[in-house]
């Protein structure tokens, strides 16, 4: 009988505020170290912390778009734990009354099926500081400017059974928070990072002992840790032995989870409400406001593109995967074959930018041009051929899709009689595999076309090649 | 409920207290009565009293989402016991 794989994730999404949760620091990354603090920030005794609302408001944006209840009435806890960038010694959490309750994400598998994951809640609470440990000895550097930014922590039910699905359901909150520009999503700076609960079990016996691994901040390393953490706890179950309820990390140079230096209580955080903030209170002219400015989501999107864009539920799933990528494809849709299009978008595009590791928002090629380029293709000025070297043109060095076209005399060749004149030097000038293919070498057309296509130097219409072609080698 | 020297030693090292040896008997004494008032407290009948979070009957003010900062950095750190680079140095700490 084989084990049946069992997880549930928890997310940290670092909202996109302008300022901390409890004060009016800038929460801009990269500042001088500590720049960004105050009274309240580092503790300081008296400072009293005052709730961002627009933090509040993104919360419920997230619940809004996930289905989930909104509890009208939540309250903050102190979670008390003792580390250098912590400078309360407690973090300010949602315990027992989250903003978020139970709500539901839906993930596309890669079979083609639908899987709806249970989200557990989702909570307020602070990020903590950084401490650097490389530039002194026996010294840790703590910089502040970290500690106070809001997160969203996201939890999910234990309803994922695959290191794939736990990647699905990750990709998809991570597409949802950027289309409700709740949260950048950069992994590496770590503003969307996530812990990972891992356990096996019979299929129907109750759930095994989990392991946590902590801190994944990329998609692969997310299914890496998981795959190295299965076979590990399945080897040790096969050989009778027990996994023990423990904190991993995953180290990406070895590819392993190891065990961090438990300490022996850190899980007794004695939450108890925090007397410093009183309890939060949704009213409906808020919830009713925030609604008001959620935007189209992602499944209902997708939906769309689907309908007004004729196309199949896999492009239009990945032209809906962020929010600018399906704007951007909307805008070369305009007046184009909708999936010539696509293809475009998807192939030549999201190859290119994959290729020079760089993002939709910075894309080198506006839509208006890549439009441009897809219609010169529909209206015969180009091949397809020609248009890829010109896509390369325009990513890496700029210009007009027409400019180029003109200045390097690439407008495709439709005369007929100017495309028979190089088919028949051609076939004039092979007599032999003009015999062969007559003899019934029925694949010599493609030597054929590609002499063709060379003497023009790839201007020529590949249909009047093809067409001409035939005529002339077919004629006796 | 008993108030045992190891619940007292357990609880000083979640509070990072560093209690000597000698005063362990006489704080789990004291810690006993805090906890019989709490049980005296635990015998008032609470049914039908919902919870409350917070003694004041008030909603959270929300602040609106706007910098107020001023670079304070020098004063800020001003008192802490050793700074280099704007990071405050404390004890090497590596998990």
């Excluded at chain 1, 670092?14 to 009274?39: D, M, R, V, W, Y």
């Excluded at chain 1, 989250?98 to 839906?106: A, D, I, N, R, S």
């Excluded at chain 1, 410093?276 to 992602?298: N, Q, S, Y």
């Excluded at chain 1, 899709?401 to 060749?413: F, H, N, P, S, Y």
Aim: aromatic letters at 6%; charged letters at 25%; glycine letters at 8%.
């Amino acid at each position: 009988m084989g084990w049946e794989v069992v997880i549930g994730l928890e997310v940290h999404a670092q909202l996109n505020t302008a300022t901390k949760i409890f004060c009016g620091c800038s929460t801009t990354f990269g500042a001088e170290p500590n720049s960004h603090t105050c009274p309240v920030c580092l503790a300081m005794p008296g400072a009293l912390p005052v709730l961002n609302e627009a933090a509040v408001d993104k919360a419920i944006a997230l619940g809004l778009a996930i289905g989930a209840e909104l509890n009208r009435q939540s309250v903050f806890a102190r979670k008390n734990y003792f580390y250098p960038d912590l400078p309360k010694g407690y973090q300010i959490s949602q315990y027992e009354l989250p903003v978020v309750g139970k709500g539901t994400l839906t993930i596309s598998l890669t079979d083609g099926t639908e899987k709806v994951v249970g989200v557990t809640r989702a909570h307020l609470e602070e990020d903590a500081g950084k401490s650097l440990h490389e530039a002194f000895v026996d010294q840790s550097g703590i910089d502040l400017n970290r500690a106070g930014t809001p997160l969203l922590e996201i939890v999910s039910e234990p309803d994922m059974r695959s290191p794939a699905e736990a990647v699905a359901y990750l990709k998809k909150l991570h597409a949802l928070v950027r289309y409700l520009d709740i949260c950048d999503g950069n992994m590496q700076e770590g503003s969307f990072r996530c812990d990972a609960n891992v356990s096996l079990r019979r299929p129907g016996a109750p759930l095994g002992t989990r392991a946590e691994i902590k801190n994944l901040n990329s998609f692969r390393f997310l299914e890496k840790a998981l795959e190295y953490e299965i076979a590990r706890q399945r080897d040790i179950l096969e050989r009778g032995g027990c996994i023990v309820q423990e904190t991993r990390l995953y180290d990406a140079g070895r590819g392993e989870t190891r065990s961090m230096r438990s300490k022996e209580e850190a899980n007794d955080y004695r939450y108890f409400p925090d007397p410093d903030l009183l309890p939060l209170v949704l009213d409906p002219a808020r919830i009713a406001r925030v609604r008001g400015t959620l935007p189209e989501l992602p499944d209902i999107k997708r939906a769309r593109f689907m309908r007004q864009y004729a196309l199949p539920a896999y492009d239009a799933g990945v032209l809906t995967m962020s929010r600018v990528l399906a704007d951007y494809y909307e805008q070369v849709a305009v007046g184009v074959d909708s999936k010539l299009a696509a293809n475009w978008v998807m192939g030549e595009l999201l190859g290119a930018l994959n290729k020079a590791g760089i993002e939709i928002e910075t894309c080198p090629v506006s839509a208006e041009k890549l439009r441009l380029l897809v219609q010169r293709i529909e209206d015969q000025t180009i091949s397809g051929k020609i248009a890829k070297e010109i896509f390369e043109d325009l990513f890496h060095s700029g210009g007009e899709v027409d400019a180029i076209i003109e200045k390097r005399g690439l407008r495709q060749i439709t005369d007929t009689g100017a495309i028979a004149a190089l088919v028949d030097g051609i076939v004039a000038a092979h007599p032999q595999q003009v015999a062969d293919f007559r003899a019934g070498k029925d694949k010599l057309l493609g030597f054929f076309v590609g002499q063709v296509m060379k003497a023009s130097k790839g201007k020529a219409n590949p249909d009047q090649v093809n067409t001409i072609l035939l005529e002339r080698l077919r004629k006796e | 409920m008993a108030f045992d020297q190891d619940t007292v030693r357990r609880t000083a090292h979640l509070a990072r207290m560093a209690l000597p040896q000698t005063e362990i008997p006489a704080v789990a004494e004291q810690l006993e009565r805090i906890m019989e008032l709490i049980g005296t407290l635990r015998a008032i009948g609470t049914e039908d009293t919902s919870p409350m979070a917070h003694p004041l009957d008030l909603d959270q003010p929300l602040r609106s989402d706007t910098v107020d900062h001023r670079d304070r950095r020098a004063v800020l750190m001003a008192n802490a016991p050793a700074v280099e680079h704007g990071l405050f140095l404390v004890p090497k700490v590596i998990e």
